[in-house]
């Protein structure tokens, strides 16, 4: 019997190729699927067809022949589709990540199309003008208007970085979806704000307990959309809308734990010969998987790499987030090498797909890599070399870190290098890196007993 992480990693390949089968009957579509690094493999197939569902019966076609007719895509067949996704997600029959995905797949194929000369009557721009209106359009439909008193809250909470507004967003939004849906409580006036009280908290910690018990969320998990029920019944009690307070229940607090993996240097060697051997984009991906190995940069800091950052010449180059600022690092021969290779490559992916982008790392539709196609890369490649995912984006960083104090570098240098604001961040690496060797320690001198003083 395999492992239990080689026996997902398993199962998860075997969905892969399953899915690859089926989509054998669509040349086109899997062409589509194998160019591009998906995750979630399953999304991505039934997405696109859903459009080859659509466009075959406004064409009154089986759906069998419908990629002999994929040069014959008007723009009023884009239009109409984006319309009928549209008017499902209005009539509440697709949810909103459901229906952001779909869009995003459908305009990804489009752009796949016009880059191999499949459609004649649409271009990337027109392709790129959808897309960007329909992402318009949907940004005001994509937060539904809270109650009042959820909406000031959450007005509040704005003025907090990006990554923290969008957590406690999501979390506020669930508990608002338990009040109104199970509570039947909209706070929206003075008179439901006076009944909200305990109970309907309790409730809510029920159903967080009762998703810990079925393994839908971590226990740390409901910690987190818990304090963020803390925050928004401090919130009312600070501006003396309620006359009570919340407390976490003991049995519902447990912070996230930290792990600090460390990434053998022959696992690496092991998962770049396998993007160089199996990627169809090998220059681009061994590039970010040596840049986040050298330099322990964030994915984010990847994908926000320009042209104008790098200094090949003097071997260093600008790393950029919202969370970390601004750094200068210099690379390694070897990252300037491989970068090298790369900007080749990115040239013909810019002739290709007719686009121009100040980006570094692209697709090859010319579009910026995101951080989920990083990801992706990591996964896909994971389970080339190993049956199961043993080095992400994450550990690579974890191992600069970790390396860096183990050489005894100067504590801030290593936290300026890893653009971390905070010391604590770090220290956590640092006893992380005495742990580790302590336990790669053994117990006792060997020599003590033939070398004595």
Same mark, same amino acid.
């Given at each position: 019997?395999?492992?239990?992480?080689?026996?997902? +990693?398993?199962?998860?390949?075997?969905?892969?190729?399953?899915?690859?089968?089926?989509? =054998?009957?669509?040349?086109?579509?899997?062409?589509?699927?194998?160019?591009?690094?998906?995750?979630?493999?399953? &999304?991505?197939?039934?997405?696109?067809?859903?459009? $080859?569902?659509?466009?075959?019966?406004?064409? %009154?076609?089986?759906?069998?022949?419908?990629?002999?007719?994929?040069?014959?895509?008007?723009?009023?067949?884009?239009?109409?589709?984006? /319309?009928?996704?549209? %008017?499902?997600?209005?009539?509440?029959?697709?949810?909103?990540?459901?229906?952001?995905?779909?869009?995003?797949?459908?305009? #990804?194929?489009?752009?796949?199309?016009?880059?191999?000369?499949?459609?004649?009557?649409?271009?990337?721009?027109?392709?790129?003008?959808?897309?960007?209106?329909?992402?318009?359009? +949907?940004?005001? @439909?994509?937060?539904?208007?809270?109650?009042?008193?959820?909406?000031?809250?959450?007005?509040?909470?704005?003025?907090?970085?990006?990554?923290?507004?969008?957590?406690?967003?999501?979390?506020?939004?669930?508990? #608002?979806?338990?009040?109104?849906?199970?509570?039947?409580?909209?706070?929206?006036?003075?008179?439901?704000?006076?009944?909200?009280?305990?109970?309907?908290?309790?409730?809510?910690?029920?159903?967080?307990?009762?998703?810990?018990?079925?393994?839908?969320?971590?226990?740390?998990?409901? &910690?987190?959309?818990?304090?963020?029920?803390?925050?928004?019944?401090?919130?009312?009690?600070?501006?003396?809308?309620? #006359?009570?307070? $919340?407390?976490?229940?003991?049995?519902?607090?447990?912070?996230?734990?930290?792990?600090?993996?460390?990434?053998?240097?022959?696992?690496?060697?092991?998962?770049?010969?396998?993007?160089?051997?199996?990627?169809?984009?090998?220059?681009?991906?061994?590039?970010?998987?040596?840049? *986040?190995?050298?330099?322990?940069?964030?994915?984010?800091?990847?994908?926000?790499?320009?042209?104008?950052? /790098?200094?090949?010449?003097?071997?260093?180059?600008?790393?950029?987030?919202?969370?970390?600022?601004?750094?200068?690092?210099?690379?390694?021969?070897?990252?300037?090498?491989?970068?090298?290779?790369?900007?080749?490559?990115?040239?013909?992916?810019?002739?290709?797909?007719?686009? #121009? @982008?100040?980006?570094?790392?692209?697709?090859?539709?010319?579009?910026?890599? @995101?951080?989920?196609?990083?990801?992706?890369?990591?996964?896909?490649?994971?389970?080339? +070399?190993?049956?199961?995912?043993? *080095?992400?984006?994450?550990?690579?960083?974890?191992?600069?870190? @970790?390396?860096?104090?183990?050489?005894?570098?100067?504590? =801030?240098?290593?936290?300026?290098?890893?653009?971390?604001?905070?010391?604590?961040?770090?220290?956590?690496?640092?006893?992380?890196?005495?742990?580790?060797?302590?336990? =790669?320690?053994?117990?006792?001198?060997?020599?003590?007993? $033939?070398?004595?003083?």
């Amino acid at each position: 019997m395999l492992p239990k992480k080689a026996e997902t +990693s398993y199962s998860l390949s075997s969905e892969y190729e399953n899915l690859l089968s089926k989509a =054998n009957k669509f040349p086109v579509l899997k062409s589509f699927i194998v160019d591009n690094e998906f995750r979630n493999i399953k &999304n991505l197939y039934y997405d696109v067809k859903s459009f $080859y569902d659509f466009y075959s019966s406004s064409l %009154s076609l089986p759906l069998s022949v419908i990629e002999f007719h994929l040069q014959n895509i008007e723009p009023d067949n884009v239009l109409n589709y984006c /319309l009928f996704m549209k %008017s499902l997600y209005e009539k509440g029959q697709l949810k909103h990540c459901t229906y952001s995905n779909r869009k995003s797949h459908f305009f #990804n194929f489009l752009q796949f199309l016009c880059a191999n000369s499949i459609v004649s009557s649409i271009n990337t721009g027109y392709v790129n003008e959808m897309r960007l209106h329909f992402q318009d359009t +949907s940004k005001s @439909t994509q937060y539904v208007d809270f109650p009042h008193y959820v909406q000031l809250f959450v007005d509040h909470i704005s003025l907090h970085k990006a990554s923290t507004k969008i957590a406690q967003r999501k979390a506020i939004g669930l508990f #608002n979806k338990h009040l109104t849906n199970k509570c039947n409580l909209v706070l929206d006036c003075l008179e439901s704000i006076s009944t909200f009280n305990h109970q309907h908290i309790k409730s809510y910690e029920d159903l967080l307990i009762q998703r810990v018990e079925l393994n839908e969320i971590q226990k740390s998990t409901a &910690n987190k959309y818990l304090l963020v029920v803390k925050n928004f019944v401090r919130f009312l009690h600070e501006r003396r809308i309620i #006359n009570w307070k $919340y407390v976490i229940p003991e049995n519902l607090r447990e912070n996230a734990k930290r792990s600090n993996p460390y990434v053998q240097e022959m696992d690496f060697v092991e998962l770049i010969k396998s993007i160089r051997e199996s990627s169809r984009n090998k220059e681009r991906d061994t590039a970010i998987a040596y840049l *986040i190995y050298y330099l322990g940069c964030r994915p984010i800091e990847v994908s926000n790499l320009t042209l104008d950052d /790098l200094y090949l010449s003097e071997k260093t180059l600008i790393l950029k987030s919202v969370k970390s600022g601004q750094r200068k690092m210099q690379i390694h021969d070897k990252v300037v090498q491989r970068l090298k290779e790369y900007l080749k490559k990115r040239d013909k992916y810019l002739k290709k797909s007719s686009t #121009n @982008t100040p980006y570094v790392f692209i697709t090859i539709h010319g579009n910026p890599i @995101t951080t989920n196609c990083i990801s992706s890369i990591f996964y896909q490649y994971n389970i080339k +070399s190993f049956n199961q995912v043993r *080095i992400n984006a994450k550990s690579l960083r974890h191992r600069f870190i @970790t390396k860096a104090l183990d050489n005894r570098n100067d504590f =801030n240098s290593v936290r300026e290098a890893a653009g971390q604001k905070d010391p604590r961040s770090t220290m956590h690496y640092y006893h992380r890196s005495k742990e580790r060797l302590l336990e =790669n320690s053994l117990p006792y001198n060997p020599s003590r007993r $033939y070398f004595k003083r």
